[in-house]
């Protein structure tokens, strides 16, 4: 599998947050989710990958080249959506395209004409004028129309009613088909990428928890529900932001094979859905190994 | 691509700027009653920076550097483009100097290669101040900055102007007055400096705005 993204070691320090040795891949063919909680560090990460933000340390290479060697063309090939507008409000969508098609020598008029038919955008209404939906359609309309080969988005579902999300879906789907082009996709609504995403690569604050494919994440981790006496000492280390009430615990098992044998009959194994992974994850490292209810 | 960043500069305008700067037409011709070719080079000079003074405040930085373009060429259009938007002033200054001078009841001359030096000249110091605090510090900054040093520099020059008028302070006449006598060479001397600023000024701008994160 080639890996059209590649990046490694990638640092950034902030005042009050910091990105540290970031490595994720994102392959040819294939759709990669990004996930993390809000603040978590996905949009440093797509902005490092963008050359929108410098890292301090670390290589970021799209295509086999990094952005010191050949920027313009590692973004002729990509299509970016941001999480917000970022294009003139002030003027109208036409006026936008006219601005911005003429930077991409493979800007395609009749497929910009027909993403904007699709996604039925009014062509000559002011962007400030449009919904944060509408806004974020106008975004995948402009990204889309070069035909990129790399499509990196970031959010892009977090303003869209539930049809055009899945719309938006079956459309990425529908891109990676010729196996050529590759999406990089960030989002904290995990259900969206649970639809379409063959890899996954987890960040919390600032660290890459997993990265890997989809299917082996959700294989070996389970979430596990059971009586207290189950719960040992070692048991319990295996297990990640383990809730205990009165009668029970609830808990990540993360290398479920390690349990092989030991849970059947006593407690109940649920395959998690990426959101539990998050989450569990996200609470092991807020309050530490357990919380009692 | 620097063609297409100076279009979008053109372009991305909100038009009541162009109005804007228009108006600056009442001031610096002292209600269309002055003839005084200084005031017609430094209207030249207002013109010509309006929009690129105003543009960073509708810029959208990360657009413009999502796009496929360096950020060497970004900053090269910047510095162009106060050499674009002197063309159509210096044809509309001369157009109203032409009118002034055919027709108003007062003394006046036509716009000549040295006023356009001297306004080029003007322009690109400001412009040369102007950019790399844009790019450190940011458009309010910025704008606030440069408007008090050229309203500094301005006051500084009537300043000159009024001790060489003075015949009690003797201090400037001898520099005034080579001026007066060459003021061609003093010219070129000026122009030539502000090349060396705006060189160096560029290449800050280049080294800052390379690593600016957006």
């Given at each position: 599998m080639e890996n059209i993204v590649e990046v490694k070691n990638l640092e950034k320090y902030f005042s009050n947050f910091s990105?540290?040795?970031?490595?994720?891949?994102?392959?040819?063919?294939?759709?990669?989710?990004?996930?993390?909680?809000?603040?978590?560090?996905?949009?440093?990460?797509?902005?490092?990958?963008?050359?929108?933000?410098?890292?301090?340390?670390?290589?970021?290479?799209?295509?086999?080249?990094?952005?010191?060697?050949?920027?313009?063309?590692?973004?002729?090939?990509?299509?970016?959506?941001?999480?917000?507008?970022?294009?003139?409000?002030?003027?109208?969508?036409?006026?936008?395209?006219?601005?911005?098609?003429?930077?991409?020598?493979?800007?395609?008029?009749?497929?910009?004409?027909?993403?904007?038919?699709?996604?039925?955008?009014?062509?000559?209404?002011?962007?400030?004028?449009?919904?944060?939906?509408?806004?974020?359609?106008?975004?995948?309309?402009?990204?889309l129309s070069h035909n990129p080969e790399l499509i990196i988005m970031d959010e892009p579902t977090s303003g869209l009613d539930p049809v055009f999300r899945r719309e938006l879906l079956e459309l990425l789907q529908d891109i990676i088909q010729d196996e050529e082009k590759a999406v990089f996709f960030s989002t904290h609504i995990t259900q969206d990428l649970e639809k379409v995403a063959d890899f996954i690569t987890f960040i919390d604050n600032g660290k890459i928890v997993a990265s890997e494919e989809k299917d082996a994440l959700l294989e070996q981790h389970a979430v596990v529900k059971g009586p207290k006496e189950w719960l040992t000492a070692e048991r319990r280390r295996l297990l990640h932001g383990v809730k205990e009430t009165d009668i029970g615990f609830e808990g990540l098992l993360t290398e479920k094979q390690r349990l092989a044998g030991e849970a059947d009959g006593q407690v109940l194994l649920e395959r998690p859905s990426l959101e539990d992974i998050m989450f569990y994850t996200v609470k092991e490292r807020k309050n530490g190994h357990s919380t009692i209810a | 691509m620097v063609i297409q960043l100076l279009r979008n500069e053109m372009f991305s305008q909100k038009a009541y700027n162009y109005v804007l700067a228009f108006s600056s037409f009442i001031p610096f011709t002292g209600f269309f009653t002055s003839g005084v070719p200084i005031r017609h080079i430094l209207l030249i000079i207002v013109l010509s920076s309006w929009v690129p003074l105003i543009a960073p405040y509708y810029e959208r930085d990360a657009l413009?550097?999502?796009?496929?373009?360096?950020?060497?060429?970004?900053?090269?259009?910047?510095?162009?483009?106060?050499?674009?938007?002197?063309?159509?002033?210096?044809?509309?200054?001369?157009?109203?100097?032409?009118?002034?001078?055919?027709?108003?009841?007062?003394?006046?001359?036509?716009?000549?290669?040295?006023?356009?030096?001297?306004?080029?000249?003007?322009?690109?110091?400001?412009?040369?101040?102007?950019?790399?605090?844009?790019?450190?510090?940011?458009?309010?900054?910025?704008?606030?900055?440069?408007?008090?040093?050229?309203?500094?520099?301005?006051?500084?020059?009537?300043m000159?102007?009024?001790?060489?008028?003075?015949?009690?302070?003797?201090?400037?006449?001898?520099?005034?007055?080579?001026?007066?006598?060459?003021?061609?060479?003093?010219?070129l001397l000026f122009a030539g400096i502000t090349l060396i600023i705006t060189l160096l000024s560029y290449a800050l701008s280049v080294k800052l705005y390379e690593r600016k994160d957006f």
């Open positions: 990105l540290k040795e970031v490595n994720l891949t994102v392959k040819k063919g294939f759709i990669t989710g990004f996930i993390g909680p809000n603040g978590a560090g996905k949009s440093t990460t797509i902005r490092c990958i963008m050359n929108l933000t410098r890292a301090d340390h670390g290589k970021v290479r799209i295509f086999g080249k990094t952005h010191e060697e050949d920027t313009e063309n590692i973004k002729q090939r990509i299509g970016f959506v941001q999480d917000e507008s970022f294009f003139y409000g002030h003027l109208s969508l036409e006026q936008n395209k006219k601005l911005i098609a003429p930077f991409y020598q493979t800007w395609n008029e009749k497929l910009f004409a027909h993403y904007i038919e699709r996604f039925e955008l009014p062509r000559m209404k002011k962007v400030d004028h449009l919904s944060k939906g509408m806004k974020m359609k106008f975004s995948l309309a402009m990204a | 413009l550097n999502s796009l496929p373009v360096t950020r060497k060429k970004i900053v090269t259009a910047k510095y162009l483009a106060p050499l674009m938007w002197s063309i159509p002033a210096t044809v509309i200054v001369f157009i109203y100097v032409f009118l002034f001078v055919t027709y108003a009841p007062f003394p006046a001359r036509l716009i000549t290669g040295w006023d356009l030096l001297l306004a080029l000249a003007g322009l690109y110091l400001l412009i040369s101040f102007f950019y790399p605090l844009l790019i450190s510090l940011g458009y309010i900054a910025a704008t606030t900055l440069t408007a008090i040093t050229g309203g500094a520099i301005m006051i500084g020059v009537q000159v102007i009024n001790i060489y008028h003075n015949p009690s302070m003797t201090s400037l006449d001898s520099t005034v007055e080579n001026i007066i006598a060459n003021p061609n060479a003093f010219i």
